[in-house]
């Protein structure tokens, strides 16, 4: 990355921020026991229970055996020969397969715990730039005060990996929460593609993960990211993504959520250098008494930039989904190029969905919409169907698939496609 | 080319406010010290002789206002509540003829073409001026219908059982810090009542003039269609402009009994010294249709969103709605429908303009309960923006309880195009000229919504914007 890129995308020139993983641990544990939660009338929550969230009572995460979830989709990927897999839990980092590639002069992928200087990574300094400039809500404050690793991947400038990376994370136990932060990096020119796994199986009590992922991309860097969450009940997730794109940067990423109980997941996308561009793909499948409350942020600050979102939902059962989606164009964001859209399938009378897509604009020459719609199968396309010969339960089903398929078909072909089919449609309508 | 476009009305010439005058004469028979508290309440009721019920109420209402914290959400209201008037009582009474106005509101009134309106195409006109009707006219034939269009002090007074079981009822004062204000210190606005049945052809319009510096308007209007009748209800406003803010606050209770059709157009010119922090709500009973035809082109701040609660089965709601916010305005305006019983349907267009350095904002609420099978709602939100420094915001939110219904929403946000100018300057067509024809082209989905009758009002409204336009 050259000096100019990091500053100004990264901010990150001179810091001064904490030198290991205690000293951020502290210097966050006074900010979480000072701020209130984020009052339920902020936008971001309008429609989230943040309490929800909070790790209360729970004990920090300890190693543990695999969930039969995260074993299985070990299994899998061992299966396909090619693939670099981590398995990434408390406190071991292994590496399954082709270690090589992922550790030597290709990529970087380093573990830092509370032993670690930060000062050793050069890699990390952009992403501790970046946080000394936040200003955290509690959530985040919480997490970043009881930060047990930070993961960071680092691809050095013009290098592209010929093969995906895969990450697979375990649910902490029952009765526990674990608070990771994984930092990627990929510098100019070069290209990653990452396959984040969330797995975990049903617990009686609770079982949270606060998941942080940043990345930031310098000019002309690559990055395509497939994030699969599947657990079972009583896992409740909050993952924080935020993307920071440089000139030309190119980022996209697919974020499939099914099961678990409550679900919140933010992601912002601050387009920095002219030219860049953020696709943007989601699905949520929920049933039972599941909530998912899903926030995006489209930050438009430069000019010539292009981003577009796209979330679905199934809701079944009593589950519950909200949306609240912002495009915002700072004033000298001219050519701007945004786009956003949530869709709906409520499938059971006692599903409720909200979906509130806002636009902030202040530039005029811009190019910016969005849509949200929500309702049930199409009773038009049923009958279709039927006149064809196809019985409504069957008919349902494939219109349900069609409907998921738009996003879930952006998994790249293969045996985890056929995983995550079986699971989002978990054998029903 | 302008020949051809006679009566289109120019939004790119709304620079000079002309309704900014006012009237130095005016005289007030009664003038309330700046400021609100219990004694100016009293005093108003003591005034206005009303019942002991409405004086309870509003002191209710003002108990709540002086609780409620500012919304925390919407425009920046720098309102000095203190340095209000809060009742404005002009020198006159409730007058049926003109010639009995005094003659300098006469004059206010001639000049903004309202006793023209009244004998070109109105069935009844109202005119309030600050704080009190100071005309209402009903045409004879509708009288004797049995329809019943007063001032909302004089229905207070003649119709008290009828004000008293639904005043109140649509907006309770508790609905927001502005209702409150409204029910705690309301004079004047419109009583309508329509018997079964009735369907009145033209529309009944009231006028509304803020004169006085550091003037609160807070009219009040209830409107009633009984079972299958109709009424198309238009509302006129503007006021001089000062240096210091005045502020207008009304709430609108609209009762759409089954089977009836209600139509509220609404065209707010307010000077740029205006608040403008209005409540608007219909109820709609089983089979009824409530439209609201929204225009916001002047004031400082306008927080407005006509709502519709559609409670009866089959009911419909529609809100159209027009905003032009130019340097120093703000438009945040929208509009919210709330789908209680089967089979309601709903839609929403809002169409926004922001100039130089104006901001608009739609602001919308879409609601399907549970229950409200088959309810269908459509939103579709337009923005253009004319200048680099223009700003335009969408906030709807959609919240869906029902599986059977089918909620959608769209918004787009755009400039004019260069390549419709070079079309259209190419042709030999000025550039401010082509400018003006893609913008009247922008909104006229919505205009041409209006009646013929109506837009003689209409076009006389905005023209007091446009005059001075090109071409």
């Known amino acids: 990355m050259d000096a100019s890129t990091s500053s100004r995308t990264a901010g990150a020139e001179s810091h001064a921020g904490p030198a290991n993983l205690t000293e951020l641990n502290d210097l966050y544990r006074g900010l979480a026991a000072v701020l209130p939660l984020p009052d339920l009338r902020t936008e971001a929550w309008h429609y989230g229970r943040p309490d929800r969230f909070l790790p209360g009572e729970l004990q920090p995460a300890t190693s543990a055996q695999l969930s039969a979830r995260a074993q299985s989709v070990l299994e899998l990927l061992q299966s396909e020969q090619k693939l670099t897999v981590l398995e990434f839990q408390a406190d071991n980092l292994e590496f399954h397969l082709n270690r090589q590639a992922a550790d030597g002069e290709l990529m970087l992928v380093q573990r830092f715990t509370a032993a670690d200087a930060f000062a050793g990574s050069p890699a990390l300094q952009p992403w501790l730039g970046d946080l000394s400039q936040r200003e955290p809500e509690r959530l985040e404050a919480e997490a970043l005060a009881r930060l047990q690793q930070i993961l960071l991947i680092h691809v050095p400038a013009v290098h592209r990996p010929d093969s995906a990376l895969h990450l697979l994370v375990d649910m902490p136990a029952d009765g526990q929460a674990r608070f990771e932060q994984i930092v990627v990096n990929v510098e100019s020119g070069s290209e990653l593609e990452l396959h984040l796994h969330i797995a975990g199986d049903d617990v009686a009590g609770q079982s949270l993960l606060h998941l942080g992922l940043d990345i930031t991309l310098a000019d002309n860097a690559g990055f395509r990211l497939v994030r699969y969450q599947h657990t079972g009940n009583g896992c409740d997730i909050r993952g924080m993504e935020r993307q920071r794109l440089g000139r030309d940067a190119r980022c996209s990423s697919v974020s499939l959520f099914s099961g678990g109980r409550h679900l919140r997941h933010d992601v912002a996308t601050h387009l920095l250098g002219s030219g860049c561009e953020s696709i943007l793909r989601g699905l949520y499948r929920m049933s039972g008494r599941q909530t998912a409350s899903i926030f995006s942020h489209q930050d438009h600050q430069v000019a010539n930039a292009h981003s577009d979102l796209l979330f679905k939902g199934t809701l079944l059962d009593r589950s519950a989904a909200s949306y609240l989606g912002q495009i915002s164009v700072a004033p000298d964001a001219q050519g701007t190029d945004a786009y956003q859209s949530n869709r709906s399938l409520l499938l059971s009378p006692q599903a409720r969905s909200s979906s509130s897509p806002q636009l902030e604009i202040e530039a005029n020459d811009v190019r910016c919409s969005h849509g949200a719609s929500v309702a049930n199968v199409s009773a038009e396309e049923l009958f279709y169907l039927e006149t064809r010969g196809i019985d409504p339960e069957t008919g349902r089903h494939l219109l349900i698939s069609g409907f998921l398929a738009e996003v879930a078909d952006l998994v790249p072909e293969g045996a985890l496609r056929e995983y995550v089919y079986g699971e989002m449609l978990g054998g029903r309508g | 080319?302008?020949?051809?476009?006679?009566?289109?009305?120019?939004?790119?010439?709304?620079?000079?406010?002309?309704?900014?005058?006012?009237?130095?004469?005016?005289?007030?028979?009664?003038?309330?010290?700046?400021?609100?508290?219990?004694?100016?309440?009293?005093?108003?009721?003591?005034?206005?002789?009303?019942?002991?019920?409405?004086?309870?109420?509003?002191?209710?209402?003002?108990?709540?206002?002086?609780?409620?914290?500012?919304?925390?959400?919407?425009?920046?209201?720098?309102?000095?509540?203190?340095?209000?008037?809060?009742?404005?009582?002009?020198?006159?009474?409730?007058?049926?003829?003109?010639?009995?106005?005094?003659?300098?509101?006469?004059?206010?009134?001639?000049?903004?073409g309202i006793p023209e309106a009244e004998r070109r195409s109105l069935a009844g006109v109202g005119a309030q001026y600050d704080s009190e009707t100071v005309y209402h006219n009903l045409k004879k034939e509708w009288e004797e219908a049995g329809v019943v269009f007063l001032d909302m002090d004089s229905g207070l007074r003649e119709h008290e059982d009828v004000v008293r079981e639904h005043f109140g009822t649509v907006i309770p004062p508790e609905d927001n810090k502005f209702s409150a204000l409204n029910s705690a210190v309301w004079s004047g606005g419109s009583f309508v009542y329509v018997p079964k049945g009735v369907k009145i052809d033209i529309p009944?319009?009231?006028?509304?003039?803020?004169?006085?510096?550091?003037?609160?308007?807070?009219?009040?209007?209830?409107?009633?269609?009984?079972?299958?009748?109709?009424?198309?209800?238009?509302?006129?406003?503007?006021?001089?402009?000062?240096?210091?803010?005045?502020?207008?606050s009304a709430v609108v209770e609209i009762i759409a009994k089954p089977g009836s059709r209600i139509r509220y157009s609404t065209v707010q010119n307010w000077s740029n010294s205006v608040y403008n922090l209005v409540t608007k709500r219909a109820v709609a009973m089983e089979g009824s249709t409530v439209e609201w035809l929204d225009g916001n082109i002047g004031s400082q701040l306008t927080m407005k969103y006509p709502s519709v609660m559609l409670v009866g089965e089959g009911a419909r709601g529609e809100v159209m709605s027009i905003a032009y916010a130019q340097d120093g305005q703000h438009q945040d305006t929208g509009a919210k429908m709330v789908h209680v019983a089967p089979g309601t349907t709903s839609r929403i267009i809002a169409k926004s303009i922001s100039r130089g350095l104006g901001r608009s904002t739609y602001r919308g609420l879409v609601r399907i309960h549970n229950g409200a099978r088959g309810a269908k709602s459509s939103v579709d939100c337009d923005a253009l923006l004319l200048d680099r420094n223009s700003r335009t915001d969408t906030y709807p939110y959609i919240e869906v309880e029902e599986d059977s219904a089918s909620v959608g929403h769209e918004a787009r946000v755009s400039k004019v195009s260069e390549q419709q100018m070079f079309?259209?300057?190419?042709?030999?067509?000025?550039?401010?000229?082509?400018?003006?024809?893609?913008?009247?082209?922008?909104?006229?989905?919505?205009?041409?919504?209006?009646?013929?009758?109506?837009?003689?009002?209409?076009?006389?409204?905005i023209e007091l914007e446009m005059e001075g336009s090109v071409g």
């Open chain 2, 1 to 112: 080319m302008s020949d051809t476009q006679p009566s289109a009305p120019d939004l790119l010439n709304i620079g000079s406010y002309e309704a900014g005058w006012h009237d130095a004469d005016a005289r007030y028979s009664f003038k309330a010290e700046p400021g609100l508290n219990e004694n100016v309440v009293r005093q108003m009721s003591e005034m206005k002789n009303e019942p002991k019920w409405m004086l309870d109420f509003r002191l209710r209402s003002l108990k709540h206002f002086e609780e409620r914290p500012m919304p925390w959400w919407g425009g920046r209201i720098d309102v000095d509540f203190d340095s209000i008037y809060y009742y404005l009582k002009p020198d006159t009474g409730n007058n049926r003829s003109w010639d009995d106005v005094p003659e300098e509101m006469k004059q206010t009134f001639e000049r903004l």
């Open chain 2, 423 to 461: 079309y259209l300057m190419q042709r030999g067509i000025e550039e401010s000229e082509a400018l003006a024809l893609i913008v009247n082209g922008f909104i006229e989905p919505i205009t041409k919504q209006l009646p013929l009758e109506y837009a003689v009002e209409l076009n006389r409204l």
């Open chain 2, 204 to 248: 009944l319009q009231a006028y509304f003039r803020i004169n006085a510096d550091k003037a609160g308007q807070f009219e009040r209007t209830l409107i009633i269609a009984d079972e299958g009748a109709f009424v198309h209800y238009i509302e006129g406003c503007t006021a001089p402009t000062w240096t210091s803010d005045s502020l207008h």
